[in-house]
């Protein structure tokens, strides 16, 4: 396999796109591609000030290089869910986050979520009815909350996440599976802010497949965190990712033609947005004063109070939590 | 494993619906299901005339034989392809459904395609660009067609076929892989005949997996032709059929909940139809006087008369067709 612009031995082939390229024109291809991206879908200008959310991964750090690269004024947000699972998988990712931001001198947030509410996503998940099964539920919501929030008070335009195909692939089949049209509705490469206290939130890296965001981590040398989520095993996403990936084997092109597809039917207005839950009266939460559709109270802060007045309960019943 | 109705062996286990029966109490509730199906769905009355199309396979008698058992007045349509596949497939489907019909006083019709038109289907698929690759599209078009023209001719209320779940489901998949919204909203239990010359279409069968229909001609000793039609290998069909078997066997139910809640968004008016190609004005064929939404033939008698003339030309030239 020779570089398609320069002849020379190429780092990767990507059959989907009928491209091949050496290290340095996959470096210079793929931040090229995020701007078409960013422009296409009309995501953010110039001049934004953005936060993007970090992992610690791939695909958090992969974007800021390359927005940081292309000239933007983008800042981090960490959020430490407290994660161990045996693998230090918080405090690793963390450490990551902090070294890339580091090395390159790039501000980064970083909140603590124990700090913040009193327990890590493993002991708010094992102390509430949400988090029975997994802690995915609670951890979704709290990251939600938290980034908006630190969006908001840090005065960002717009909150950009890493999300790339195969995350975006496997929502919109999940989503398709149940005909939940009215979440499918509200997604794409922009979710805009429909309400003054919502932040709004961008995925510039929603076309690219796993491994070329993959790709461009490795060849461009970015240390990031190897590991899954260890809550994720099992999850349905993963699942639908296998999915995906041997329909892809099958059918090059499929996963972005499918995902592409989708993009153009919405744009047509052939998706639906009649149920779309979040259309929905909103209101500020009595507690915090973020937007909310449930009377009263939002779903984080009655979770997070739940899970306090659990820890408190426990204690008085002298059991371990 | 025992039948829930009598505590008997249990013939079959249906994970879906957490069922298992004996020969017996299935053999009662397939065709129960059936009418409920019939009925929820508004299919037809029991005074309908019903033209059951029928293929030799297990589906389209099992069809066949549930509606006579529910007194339903069915009569049988074969259509007689010209397909051999080194298996003889079509005089031996034919063979089958006509000992179907005459071992219990049935009416079936019978058209053969070589005889009305010229060529059998793989002839005519190799005179067509239609057929360059295999002759499915060519045969679904005639299908259509002969069927459409034998129930009107007829004065059948309802043409009849036995598509079932898989079927139902894969194409599901298919057109939403592809966003094809417009096929989307056309799909379901029931179509409606909308326009004079197009003849009401109904499915009673597509709530049944295909592994519970082929139980059932089974277990009522239906012989039926088991080979797939041989230029069926590698169709897309078949390979979403695939991908559904194994999301299926992770979670059973997935293929039943999945074209379930598409029928519900459907009826909620979440699956748009703005595209629906069968929306276009309709006027009568130029040559054969049904309905067609193309300028002046239609596509059946397009193709047809393109395999006529090819056959002349081929023989002017002295080759072989």
Redesign the interface.
């Given at each position: 396999m020779k570089c398609r612009k320069c002849g020379g031995k190429a780092a990767i082939n990507m059959r989907q796109h009928k491209l091949s390229l050496c290290r340095e024109h996959y470096l210079e291809w793929l931040p090229e591609q995020t701007q078409r991206f960013i422009e296409k879908y009309r995501m953010f200008s110039p001049q934004a000030r953005l936060l993007v959310a970090v992992s610690g991964g791939k695909d958090s750090l992969g974007l800021w290089d390359v927005l940081s690269r292309l000239g933007y004024q983008a800042d981090g947000l960490y959020i430490g869910l407290g994660i161990d699972g045996g693998l230090a998988y918080s405090s690793e990712s963390q450490r990551l986050a902090e070294r890339f931001a580091a090395g390159r001198g790039l501000r980064l947030t970083v909140v603590d979520v124990a700090a913040l509410e009193g327990a890590t996503i493993p002991e708010a998940a094992a102390r509430t009815q949400r988090g029975k099964d997994k802690p995915c539920s609670v951890c979704g919501l709290t990251k939600r909350h938290v980034m908006n929030r630190a969006a908001l008070d840090g005065g960002y335009d717009v909150l950009v996440t890493g999300h790339n195909l195969d995350d975006e692939a496997a929502v919109l089949l999940g989503n398709?599976?149940?005909?939940a049209?009215g979440y499918r509705a509200r997604q794409g490469p922009v979710l805009e802010a429909t309400h003054p206290g919502l932040v709004r939130k961008a995925k510039p890296f929603c076309r690219f497949y796993e491994r070329e965001t993959a790709a461009y981590a490795l060849l461009r040398g970015i240390e990031y965190i190897y590991d899954e989520c260890p809550h994720a095993v099992g999850a349905k996403s993963i699942?639908y990712k296998e999915?995906l990936n041997?329909?892809e084997a099958?059918r090059p092109g499929?996963k972005l033609?499918?995902y592409l597809?989708?993009l153009?039917?919405k744009e047509?207005?052939?998706?639906?947005a009649?149920?779309d839950p979040a259309a929905a009266g909103l209101h500020p939460c009595t507690t915090c004063g973020q937007p909310t559709s449930a009377p009263g109270q939002c779903a984080y802060c009655r979770t997070w109070e739940r899970v306090r007045s659990q820890a408190v309960r426990t204690l008085e019943g002298g059991q371990p939590v």
């Open positions: 398709t599976l149940t005909w049209t699942y999915v041997q329909m099958e499929l033609s499918f597809s989708f153009e039917a047509r207005g052939l998706i639906a009649q149920s």
